[in-house]
């Protein structure tokens, strides 16, 4: 409790900590422009944005954000050139194992969410092990969209339902949201109150179809790379100017 007071301490004076989201997710677009703009291959800019994202993650737990979902590999994005693609998923393994340590010492409890079965071997089982080794650490979920779409989501949803009803576990008269939303990747996170798109591309790209039903949405320019705890503070802030009103008056 110490620990949580003194980070809420640091929240910048014009934001309510009373009115702070409880899960926030972001779209990281915009590594591939900013490297281009520097004269620096894609993947640069994909390293770069690691560093953009562990700071993101630092925020959310100094500010007392219970949750973080961040789009890090779409089911699209094999589509990308093969030496990116390879890149990305060495990337991924290499970040968990130096990563890990500091996760459990800063209490983050970090979740994959996707279709990971078509990941690589080695990072499957870097994945299993970060997931297995934070799976009671309390400060703040990481979820981490991997190989993930949100139709895809959606589909695996309807499957694992229809089945139970083949099986005669369940009724049809039974499926409403709230049982849906229990066969989600999500389904113990919540909806994201607030999702951020960077780079200024104006769509959700297949991420969190279901959960960002009633999300408030936040885009900005500034690239996925350059997003700081300066740019963060300006979407936290707008985001409590909003009223939220869930289609009601």
């Known amino acids: 409790m110490i620990a949580k007071q003194t980070a809420l301490q640091q929240l910048p004076p014009d934001l309510d900590r009373e009115r702070l989201p409880n899960h926030v997710a972001v779209i990281m677009d915009g590594n591939g422009r900013w490297a281009k703009q520097?004269?620096?291959?894609?993947?640069?800019?994909?390293?770069?944005?690691v560093d953009s994202?562990?700071?993101?993650?630092?925020?959310?737990?100094?500010?007392?954000?219970?949750?973080?979902?961040?789009?890090?590999?779409?089911?699209?994005?094999?589509?990308?050139?093969?030496?990116?693609?390879?890149?990305?998923m060495s990337l991924f393994?290499?970040?968990?194992?130096?990563?890990?340590?500091?996760?459990?010492?800063?209490?983050?409890?970090?979740?994959?969410?996707?279709n990971l079965e078509a990941l690589p071997k080695s990072l499957q089982a870097e994945i299993e092990s970060a997931m297995t080794a934070t799976r009671n650490n309390k400060d703040i979920k990481f979820t981490v969209a991997t190989n993930y779409g949100g139709r895809q989501e959606i589909v695996q949803a309807c499957r694992a339902i229809a089945e139970k009803v083949q099986r005669g576990q369940l009724q049809p008269d039974q499926i409403d949201e709230i049982l849906f939303e229990r066969h989600l990747y999500t389904a113990d996170l919540g909806d994201p109150d607030l999702l951020i798109r960077t780079s200024g591309e104006m769509r959700l790209s297949?991420?969190?179809?279901?959960q960002a039903a009633y999300s408030e949405l936040y885009v900005t320019d500034t690239l996925w790379p350059d997003f700081d705890r300066e740019e963060f503070h300006r979407a936290i802030y707008s985001y409590q100017q909003r009223h939220r009103r869930f289609g009601k008056l």
């Open 53 to 88: 994202l562990k700071a993101l993650l630092r925020c959310c737990k100094d500010w007392g954000i219970g949750a973080l979902t961040a789009y890090a590999f779409s089911s699209e994005n094999w589509g990308r050139p093969l030496d990116e693609v390879n890149f990305l």
């Open 206 to 210: 297949n991420f969190l179809l279901w």
């Open 93 to 114: 393994e290499r970040v968990l194992r130096q990563e890990l340590k500091e996760m459990m010492a800063e209490n983050v409890q970090i979740r994959f969410v996707g």
């Open 38 to 49: 520097k004269g620096l291959p894609r993947i640069m800019g994909h390293q770069r944005g």
